[in-house]
């Protein structure tokens, strides 16, 4: 009798050392969880190995029995309550199963949950240590996740109910953008000179890749960089934050009700994503089909998100997750105490909210990862994800900082993950790494200078009163917003950008118009040592005002000393198309640059910041297939995005009019037989490096 294909794959020698292999694992780390949870549980009595055994082939089946029950009921709950309930799942196996011992050692529930938490718990550490630190037992869960809905997908159109067949890697080409948020190029180049990004490295030495850098122009921000990425649109953001003068609105790009406006502004239906395109983690969404974590759309994923699903669900996943991110706060608060101790500057506060954000960045990580594995496994033509690890340390440790440094390092290896999925993906994906802006670091204003901007301008507008900004730009989002200050002056700064508005007045006022309602505003700002450069409208268009000098932006005139100089060749252009940004403050000031360390104040207690002009912040870097064709110059987030969306119709992933269907794409064979140079180029994972 013929062995079925099937069957035969079932039973393939590999497969079936696989699966022992995994399974002598777990019995092993369930056995050591159970012998130490015992041991450590006052008052329970010893019992012998084979007890012990017993209770490791017990919660064996109960949770081969009641995991996929409460996968269906994460999955059905999605949002928060998949959150909740991915934590309690793995609790409750191991609850279900004490209470089931024979031998009786743990009675009452209370007992039980703290035994069953505890258990939880080792398992996670021994797992880590297991994998010695890797992301191994992470990629055979994401590699099982994007095998069930290739499965699933296959069996809608009208494939087996049932197949043990692996699903065949997608030939049809696809398009992986990853964001490495806030990561300068020219820290990148460190980073791999030193041979601390092993993957990207690869690519880059294997002359797969090729990497450059891009000027991100002013602001040098995320919702200003992903509006032109994304939309094409930067802009429609003069900020992080700033005030509307129309509806007296202070906007902040990262308060989704906010964000959910601006998008509203900003889509015109051609957005990089729009042809069944998946938007993850992002400040907007480019018009994708599938939007995930992303702010403008406010809510956690769905029902329909597996990915998320399956990894709160898993004992890999989320409760991984919250046992390493206990640890990352233990970490934080040693190379905080070491900062403090070897008096390293500059430096700001490291505790409060700062705490909780270093293992929610870490479980964000996983999470996208997570869901950009599903999308793969669905075959999204396009997917654009931003991993925030490396900005969010950075702008308290300093953008160089080994901290910041190892956040880097894994993202690094998240790409590395990323490779290791993509032969379990429904195309073949192409991927290109990107940043939205740097950082640069140095002692904050207050810092330098015994006082906040919002002091200086209070003194030269006295007696009216002056309102301004408390949080960093970046925190204020995670807060309801509150009533706008009714204040003659308002001051909004993001980084050592800040933008002044004069609100009894409901137009964009000029110079003439400043001087009359506060003589000494202008001159006293731009004669404080901390500020570099003031901006404000004039007769002749919009001028720099310097302590020594004046640059008039439309025609280059320089009078006395030019302010512009210490920012660099680029800085007329960027202060002249943001004149043009929508809602611009009635007053542009930027902090001072140092010349020698090209370190700039932050107007907020942020030791890393980026917004304005000066140092590193607007050198982000690009990193992309050496076959492919790139314009010779990136000037701002506008190019990027043309840059993008080219490459998309080189793939035959991007129409002018409609949506693609699957008889339209271009497969790889149809490349080569047109001799493009796309089809020898591997994808990373597949055995090469590409």
């Excluded at 997908?153 to 049809?172: E, H, I, K, Q, Y």
């Excluded at 921000?221 to 802009?235: D, K, V």
């Excluded at 129309?246 to 406006?261: C, H, Q, T, Y």
């Excluded at 974590?293 to 991984?320: D, E, N, Q």
Aim: with cysteine; proline share 6%; aromatic share 6%.
């Amino acid at each position: 009798m013929a062995i079925s294909p099937e069957v035969r794959a079932l039973f393939a020698w590999r497969r079936v050392l696989g699966r022992m292999r995994a399974v002598l694992r777990s019995a092993v780390t369930t056995f050591v969880v159970v012998t130490v949870t015992l041991w450590l549980m006052p008052g329970v009595a010893s019992a012998d190995i084979a007890d012990t055994l017993g209770l490791v082939v017990l919660v064996a089946v109960v949770g081969a029995v009641l995991r996929p029950l409460l996968l269906l009921a994460i999955t059905a709950l999605g949002g928060w309550g998949a959150m909740l309930f991915g934590v309690l799942a793995q609790v409750v196996v191991m609850v279900v199963a004490l209470k089931l011992d024979p031998a009786s050692r743990i009675r009452g529930l209370p007992t039980l949950v703290i035994a069953a938490i505890l258990a939880v718990v080792f398992a996670a550490l021994l797992d880590w240590m297991a994998d010695s630190g890797s992301d191994d037992t992470f990629v055979r869960e994401a590699r099982r996740l994007m095998r069930g809905v290739r499965r699933r997908a296959a069996r809608r159109d009208g494939g087996p109910f049932f197949s043990m067949r692996r699903p065949v890697p997608g030939t049809a080409p696809g398009l992986l953008v990853v964001q490495l948020d806030g990561v300068a190029e020219p820290v990148l180049r460190w980073a791999l000179r030193a041979g601390n990004l092993p993957t990207l490295g690869h690519w880059l030495r294997s002359g797969s890749h090729h990497v450059r850098q891009w000027h991100t122009g002013l602001p040098s921000t995320t919702p200003a960089s992903q509006a032109g990425i994304l939309h094409g649109a930067s802009r429609q953001i003069p900020a992080f934050r700033w005030y509307e003068k129309e509806s007296g609105k202070l906007m902040v790009a990262n308060r989704p009700r906010d964000a959910a406006v601006i998008e509203r502004r900003l889509s015109d239906g051609r957005g990089l994503l729009r042809d069944g395109g998946a938007s993850i983690s992002n400040a907007f969404g480019g018009d994708a089909a599938t939007n995930l974590l992303t702010v403008s759309h406010a809510a956690l994923p769905g029902r329909s998100a597996r990915g998320w699903a399956a990894f709160m669900a898993s004992p890999y996943g989320f409760t991984r997750a919250l046992v390493l991110g206990v640890a990352e706060v233990l970490t934080e608060l040693h190379q905080a105490r070491l900062q403090r101790r070897r008096n390293l500057q500059p430096r700001v506060s490291r505790s409060g909210a700062f705490l909780a954000l270093r293992p929610a960045s870490m479980l964000l990580r996983d999470v996208n990862v997570s869901l950009v594995a599903e999308q793969m496994a669905r075959g999204a033509p396009v997917i654009y994800c931003d991993l925030v690890d490396y900005d969010e340390v950075a702008h308290h440790a300093g953008p160089a900082r080994p901290e910041s440094m190892r956040q880097l390092e894994g993202m690094d290896r998240m790409l590395g993950v990323l490779g290791r999925l993509s032969p379990e993906a429904a195309r073949r994906y192409h991927l290109v790494v990107l940043s939205d802006h740097g950082q640069s670091q140095g002692a904050t204003f207050r810092q330098q200078h015994g006082e906040t901007l919002n002091d200086v301008v209070t003194r030269l507008t006295g007696p009216d009163a002056v309102a301004g900004t408390l949080l960093p730009a970046e925190e204020e989002g995670r807060f309801e917003p509150s009533a706008t200050p009714d204040a003659p002056v308002l001051v909004v700064s993001s980084g050592n950008l800040s933008l002044i508005y004069l609100t009894r007045f409901k137009h964009r006022v000029d110079r003439t118009e400043i001087e009359g309602a506060y003589p000494r505003l202008i001159a006293g700002l731009a004669a404080h040592p901390g500020i570099g450069v003031v901006v404000v409208s004039d007769v002749d268009g919009p001028i720099a005002v310097g302590p020594g000098g004046t640059h008039r932006l439309r025609d280059g005139v320089v009078t006395g000393v030019d302010p512009l100089v210490p920012y660099g060749p680029q800085a007329r252009g960027d202060l002249l198309r943001h004149q043009l940004a929508a809602h611009v403050g009635d007053l542009v000031v930027i902090s001072a640059v140092d010349p020698q360390t090209q370190e700039v104040g932050a107007f907020e207690e942020l030791v890393g910041s980026h917004g304005g002009l000066g140092g590193w912040q607007t050198d982000a870097m690009l990193v992309y297939p050496a076959a492919w064709p790139v314009a010779a110059e990136l000037n701002g987030p506008d190019a990027v995005h043309r840059q993008l969306v080219e490459w998309l119709e080189m793939l035959g992933l991007r129409r002018e009019t409609s949506r693609l269907t699957p008889g339209e794409e271009i497969t790889l064979g149809d490349l080569a037989a047109a001799g493009h140079p796309l089809a020898d180029h591997p994808v990373p994972g597949r055995g090469e490096p590409g």
